[in-house]
């Protein structure tokens, strides 16, 4: 998934998108997913330090952050990772993530090797394989 180019903090100029508190990595994911659910199960067991949050696409606040970022909204294979006012999706955003959680979170790490089109490609074939076992919505908002 292809980001729309923009500076560091630029959410917080943009008037469509909701103020929100950026302090800490946040990660803006599908409340309905199977995969995302599993990762929103997993963040608060590897983030030692409890800095990550979670907001879910099903809101109006993620809705206006991941559309600022060009990303689809309604897609479930949306996600986003905000970290200190920079924005990463796809596999990337997993490996940043995972590394920053350190412990477990570090196995994607190796991940980091493959060019950003093969992660984009490999994430895309994951999510389409997590929206097919989606049938019920799995995530309650956190």
Known sequence: ???AARATYSYRRDKSV???????????MDGDCVLCTFGARAIPRLDRVAEFRICLIQTRLC?????????????PYSWLYLVDGHAYTSLDAM???????????Q???????????VQDWLYARLAAIAIAFSAEPTCAPL
């Open 1 to 3: 998934m292809k980001l």
């Open 18 to 28: 909701l103020a929100f508190d950026d302090r800490g990595p946040i990660v803006f």
């Open 63 to 75: 809705e206006s952050v991941l559309r600022h970022y060009g990303l689809n909204p309604q897609a």
């Open 95 to 105: 490996i940043r993530a995972g590394r920053r959680m350190k412990g477990w979170g």
């Open 107 to 117: 196995l994607l790490a190796p991940l980091a090797i493959l060019p950003r089109s």
